[in-house]
């Protein structure tokens, strides 16, 4: 169960990730000609990344995976895809994505770390 969990948890936060969140994530105007921007990232969708990213965490903290290990199993594959999208869109003036992109790695491994050790726990 254990191998089987360490293969398929960077294929499905991957398959996660590319299908909740959008590919280029620099802000739009509403309309053409606005200065009002907004984010094509939809909540309900971040929501849901999370959740599988959580889910994922346990899982394979119950399957005896090491916590440490868990977090590039199921943070690893979204992270460098975000990296990829940021170096693909570049920013037209002030270029944030790098910090970006930090923050948003550390909250996802963090938050596959504390799942797995949310699972280690169960299994006990």
Do not use: K
């Amino acid at each position: 169960m254990r191998t089987l969990a360490t293969v398929l948890a960077p294929v499905l936060s991957g398959a996660a990730y590319l299908l909740l969140i959008p590919w280029d994530l620099r802000n739009r105007p509403e309309h053409p000609g606005e200065l009002i921007e907004t984010t094509p990232v939809r909540t309900w969708a971040v929501i849901v990344f999370g959740l599988v990213l959580l889910a994922l965490g346990l899982w394979l903290g119950r399957c005896g995976v090491p916590p440490w290990q868990a977090m590039p199993l199921a943070a690893g594959l979204p992270s460098a895809l975000l990296l990829v999208s940021y170096l693909t869109h570049r920013a037209p003036d002030a270029n944030p994505w790098p910090v970006a992109w930090v923050c948003f790695t550390m909250l996802m491994a963090g938050a596959a770390l504390l799942a797995a050790l949310a699972g280690r726990l169960l299994t006990r």
